[in-house]
């Protein structure tokens, strides 16, 4: 089960995505499945079978984006939270070998097509709450068992 949290700059993306698919992207594909529907036998009219597609992908992400901002709560940072890891902090970790990253903990939703966004729900984020720098962080995975030191954590200004 996912936790059902995001950042505010999260749920303005998801928000927005949404505004542009129901009022932009989907009133466009429905007047080309119209305009090729009229144009007769839609067995073989590929403009009206891609488009028809397109728009249940549409309808299917619009109601994912409805059910799921209404039931996401927003996290904003508070000043208590300096120096320690907390939902929405950017942690730099290194380890033994002199690897370093910088990860940004958020909510599920937030992850996908960001490079170093990572779920709280994730072993690495779990590891990491709480935290302070120069904390030593055990993530215990399918993989293996890894040990990280916290070096810096940020939080973005709202």
Known sequence: MRTPLITRQGYVKLQQE???LWRVERPAVTKIVSWAAS???RSENADYQ???KRLREIDRRVRYLQK???????VDYHPEQQGKVFFGAWVTIENDAD?????RIVGYDEI???KNYISVDAPMARALLKKAVDDEVVVK???GTF???ITAIEYEAQ
């Open 112 to 114: 996908f097509g960001q």
């Open 99 to 103: 690897e370093s990253k910088r990860l």
């Open 147 to 149: 040990t990280w030191y």
């Open 18 to 20: 949404l505004d542009s």
């Open 50 to 52: 891609y488009n028809k």
């Open 39 to 41: 144009l007769g036998d």
């Open 68 to 74: 799921c901002l209404e039931n996401l709560t927003i």
């Open 141 to 143: 995975t399918e993989a």
